[in-house]
């Protein structure tokens, strides 16, 4: 009786040691690398989605990406890299980006195309195919053919004119306060007719 007990000991303890030896292998194999996910834009001539190449495999949106990804857009496609708290990085059509990045930030090389950063925690660095290396902020583009960096001033324009028609309606209420001849008398001489009886 005492062996068959030892014997059940010496199993547990062997199938203990196994499990925590797998376990722990499996622990080490776990790499903390940092995925981001690749969102494309437009549509192509024949109403489907557009793809864009990452490494030299056709993706759609929703996919994957890693740091050290090759991605290039087709003429009908832009493509968003959002990294989530480290930024979101926006490729136009015809752009050809080999992108970099970790928990400190991103940079890239840009072949062909422009770029603009959405969001980004520090500045982004790109170097172009002059050799030179552009420092991009937040709202800030770069292009390969100009390589300078660029205010995306997009939204400042609809932002004025947002401004101008505030102002303006505010400006209408104001005068319409103010003058006396737009007066509207509320509840005086009119007959009420009522369908019941």
Known sequence: ????????????????????AT?????????????GEIVVIGKSDNGQN???????????????????????????????????????????????????????????????????????????TINI???EAVSLNTGESASATSGKAQTDDGNNGHLLLYSIIVGAAVAGIIFAATTDNNRIALGGGTTIVSATR
């Open 23 to 35: 376990y722990s292998t499996i622990t080490l194999a776990n790499s903390e690398k940092i995925a």
């Open 50 to 124: 557009p793809l864009v190449n990452v490494n030299g495999e056709m993706v759609q949106s929703g996919r994957s990406v890693f740091s050290g990804s090759t991605f290039t857009t087709q003429e009908n496609a832009n493509a968003v890299v959002n990294l989530g708290k480290i930024g979101k990085i926006k490729l136009e059509p015809n752009t050809v980006l080999s992108l970099t990045f970790d928990e400190k930030g991103i940079s890239g090389n840009l072949t062909a195309g422009r770029v603009t950063v959405l969001n980004a925690l520090d500045s982004v």
């Open 1 to 20: 009786m005492s062996s068959r007990l030892w014997i059940r000991k010496a199993l547990s303890m062997f199938l203990a040691v196994a499990i925590l």
């Open 129 to 131: 195919p002059s050799g």
